[in-house]
């Protein structure tokens, strides 16, 4: 296929995604709001149902377009989400979305910089979404290594970003880890072409 019909195409196949995800792709694109859209989206659900993730961490929540496909997943296993958003505004906004979708019951938002919650935490997750300041995911990945589960995933968004680069060779060296980069388009994500990694931990 030409790269401009294939898009086209791509772009045609995105899922039905109801009224408060569409609502929050408009206003993304209003206001300039980087999000996954809905392919990535679609990604992260099906991820989290077939690798059956029932606890599942957020790093970067914006007004939680990528919470509630992750959550969507998770509600069907009994799981619950934790987001982490350092804007007060947006974590506000955030927690009012995820109650329109009906997610509040499984989904905690957190108000907090994840660099300076991560030392502290105590708790070990079955998946990890990394989506915050890009420079900052090199800084976070050694603790993300020590709180996923074995058989977990970490997956993190713009990996074709310059600022990124840092963070994928770490990972690729990272031992204990499968490990899978993927550049192309995405529809509707910010930007469409971009970068996917995602690792699974071994079990050791
Ligand atoms: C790309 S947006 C997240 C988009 C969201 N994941 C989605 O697809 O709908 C990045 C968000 O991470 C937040 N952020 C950046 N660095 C952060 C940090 N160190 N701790 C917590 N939040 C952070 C920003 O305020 C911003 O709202």
Redesign the pocket.
């Known amino acids: 296929m030409e790269q401009a019909a294939a898009e086209e195409h791509f772009r045609s196949l995105v899922p039905d995604r109801g009224p408060v995800l569409e609502r929050l792709e408009k206003e993304?694109a209003e206001r300039d709001?980087?999000?996954?859209g809905p392919s990535l989206g679609n990604l992260l659900y099906l991820l989290t149902l077939t690798s059956m993730s029932q606890k599942v961490l957020?790093?970067?929540?914006?007004?939680?377009?990528?919470?509630i496909w992750l959550a969507k997943a998770a509600q069907n296993l009994q799981g619950r989400v934790h987001t982490?958003?350092?804007?007060a505004k947006?974590a506000e906004e955030a927690k009012r979305n995820i109650k329109d979708a009906g997610y509040h019951n499984i989904v905690t938002v957190h108000t907090?910089?994840?660099?300076e919650a991560l030392p502290k935490m105590a708790d070990s997750f079955s998946l990890i979404f990394v989506?915050?300041?890009k420079e900052?995911y090199a800084q976070v990945l050694p603790d993300l290594v020590d709180i996923l589960k074995p058989r977990g995933l970490l997956i993190a968004?713009n990996a074709g970003f310059e600022e990124v680069r840092s963070f994928n060779e770490r990972l690729a060296k990272t031992d204990g880890f499968d490990t899978a980069f993927l550049h192309g388009f995405f529809a509707g994500h910010s930007p469409e072409r971009d970068g996917l990694a995602i690792a699974r931990k071994r079990v050791s």
């Open positions: 993304a709001i980087p999000i996954v957020e790093l970067g929540t914006a007004t939680g377009y990528s919470t982490y958003e350092r804007d947006l907090e910089d994840i660099t989506d915050i300041e900052a968004d």
